[in-house]
């Protein structure tokens, strides 16, 4: 295996808890979810590095780091969707950037500028439970 990185969330609780997912606060998501237009920031969040997927997975040692993100969604393309009726959301697929960086001891990655972004899919939606 080649990976020797591995930034996420957590699962919280481990084992039974949500996969990668943290409550970040409001003020930091702006969404518009019918014009599929939103964005989401968030600067030097602390998570743990696992080096690998399986690591993370067994919620094994890890590394303390931080990461910054922004996030831009920038138009609705057209109606989306779900392709299963599992899914119980209505949305529309949108075009998508993102800039991302992350530091530990020893370490540092930022990704290149936001504008240079490939978009192949993106959906902003609104869930219904």
Do not use: C
């Given at each position: 295996?080649?990976?020797?990185?591995?930034?996420?969330?957590?699962?919280?609780?481990?084992?039974?808890?949500?996969?990668?997912?943290?409550?970040?606060?409001?003020?930091?998501?702006?969404?518009?979810?019918?014009?599929?237009?939103?964005?989401?920031?968030?600067?030097?969040?602390?998570?743990?590095?696992?080096?690998?997927?399986?690591?993370?997975?067994?919620?094994?040692?890890?590394?303390?780091?931080?990461?910054?993100?922004?996030?831009?969604?920038?138009?609705?393309?057209?109606?989306?969707?779900?392709?299963?009726?599992?899914?119980?959301?209505?949305?529309?697929?949108?075009?998508?950037?993102?800039?991302?960086?992350?530091?530990?001891?020893?370490?540092?990655?930022k990704s290149?500028?936001?504008?240079?972004?490939?978009?192949?899919?993106?959906?902003?939606?609104?869930?219904?439970?």
């Open positions: 295996m080649d990976q020797i990185h591995d930034f996420n969330l957590d699962i919280n609780p481990f084992p039974g808890g949500l996969f990668w997912t943290r409550r970040f606060p409001e003020e930091t998501v702006s969404a518009d979810p019918g014009s599929g237009i939103a964005s989401m920031t968030a600067k030097d969040v602390k998570l743990p590095d696992y080096g690998n997927i399986g690591n993370a997975l067994q919620d094994g040692a890890s590394v303390a780091a931080e990461a910054s993100f922004a996030v831009r969604w920038t138009g609705a393309t057209g109606p989306f969707t779900p392709p299963s009726s599992l899914f119980v959301f209505t949305g529309h697929t949108t075009g998508a950037t993102v800039e991302w960086s992350a530091t530990e001891a020893g370490f540092a990655f290149d500028p936001a504008n240079t972004s490939t978009n192949n899919f993106a959906v902003l939606g609104h869930e219904s439970n």
